[in-house]
């Protein structure tokens, strides 16, 4: 079946400019998670989303970034006023329901570029 | 201290050589344990994942989890240029669902 799907691809934008980035999980999987990838830092989680709990928000690194899933599929990661220290790969991941030896499936990532 | 920590690298092995790629975690609770490989602009893809102590063999992948010494290694048997990637270790640690990953190391295969 259809894995991870994310868009953009590819996103470039002004610094102060917001960004949204879409997730769509693999179909069937409850768990959704937001982690990020940026040079000289690896993979940093920022979000998870399980069923219709509240999301775990602690990895979000400030209060410029929010996430949101809808339906309990689609999910959107909305970074506010964008600065150059934004600039990642954002990885979103699915599973099956969230628990600790549940395997992670990890979309083909944004990269997004702030100048 | 790092939650996951790798070998640093990279690591230049010739084809047809094993690869070793260790990994230390700090939580002694940790419950499972992933490999992923990532290609140079690609995503993440999972490798194995080790729940239980001992080697679990998969093909030419052997994952060995040591929980008293918090270690976990992976070994890459008949090393092929296509093994070229970089290596990360993730954990989820005890009671938790988030990976923490390590840094990653960089293996490359010469032909």
């Known amino acids: 079946g259809a894995g991870v799907s994310q868009s953009p691809s590819n996103k470039v934008t002004e610094k102060g400019k917001d960004v949204e980035l879409r997730c769509d999980p693999i179909?069937?999987?409850?768990?959704l998670y937001w982690y990020r990838q940026s040079l000289g830092q690896g993979l940093e989680f920022l979000i998870y989303f399980q069923g219709n709990s509240a999301p775990d928000k602690s990895g979000l690194p400030s209060d410029r970034f929010s996430a949101e899933r809808t339906g309990g599929s689609v999910s959107t990661l909305t970074i506010q006023r964008t600065q150059q220290e934004d600039s990642a790969v954002y990885l979103c991941a699915s599973s099956f329901d969230g628990a600790s030896t549940d395997t992670q499936y990890f979309g083909p990532g944004t990269r997004l570029t702030v100048l | 201290q790092k939650e996951v920590e790798q070998n640093s690298g990279p690591l230049s092995v010739p084809e047809g050589a094993i690869a070793s790629l260790n990994c230390t975690y700090s939580d002694r609770g940790s419950q499972s344990f992933f490999w992923y490989r990532q290609y140079s602009g690609k995503s993440p893809e999972l490798i194995m994942f080790i729940y239980s102590n001992g080697d679990k063999e998969d093909g030419r992948f052997t994952a060995q989890l040591n929980k008293a010494s918090q270690y976990v290694s992976l070994l890459i048997r008949d090393s092929q240029p296509s093994d070229s990637a970089t290596y990360l270790c993730a954990v989820t640690p005890s009671n938790d669902y988030k990976l923490s990953f390590g840094a990653g190391t960089t293996v490359t295969v010469r032909a």
């Open positions: 179909s069937g999987h409850t768990a």
